[in-house]
């Protein structure tokens, strides 16, 4: 694991060094297969940097975007994560709506979607049953309780290692997530986080002894690289 972590001085520099990371990985994933395979996060901290990425001239046809994590409601739902990517970034962009792989909410039940995404990863990036492919960017946030994606502490989410999809499960709340094998399997896992609020749950993350299922984001140590970006309110403290 190639582990990275920077601690920017507020979240303005945070975004900004968010995106230009962002940024120097679609080139070369274009020139080298053809298109650029990214896993939006969701929740708000993400939001400024959606709204900093619909501003640059990109390739925007070689370019899909998936998400690593969905809440189960309509996509027009306040809490979507897919309408808060959407109307930060993927609307304001000229994008093909093909290229957008929104994780399906509508199916009533939460299990039938996570199998649905999961055959449709499948055939998009052409593996068999057996493989985990490799997105070029997977984001990621995480939560005061070390979750990230909806891999919430304690759940049955976290003992999936043989699929790339579950269901995950917030307050009894079901979520559509990837797994960690799955985000583990990225070219490059990218952790956006900001805020005081965080700190003690990064404390338990980088410790050099704590309990996984206890602070999820621990699972996520990637054969690519591993990058923490961190605000200053969020990091300043943090013994690496
Ligand atoms: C979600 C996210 C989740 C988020 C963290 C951090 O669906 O809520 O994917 O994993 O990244 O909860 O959220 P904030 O950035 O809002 O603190």
Redesign the pocket.
Known sequence: MNKKVEVLPDLAALIARSQELILSKIEPAIQQRGQFTIAL??????KPLYEAIAQQKLPWDKIHVFW??E?YVPPDHADS?QLMARRAWLDRVDIPAANIHAMPTSDGDAAVSAAKYEQHLREFFHCSASEFPALDVIL????DDA????LFPHTEALKVRDRLITVGNKDGNPRITFTYPFINAARCVMFVVGGANKRPALAQVFAPVADNSTYPSRFIQPQGELWWLLDAAAGLELKL
Do not use: I
């Not at 996060?41 to 993400?46: A, H, K």
């Open positions: 996060s969701g929740g708000s901290t993400p690593g994590d809440r994560n990621l946030g995480m939560g979750h990230t994606a909806s």
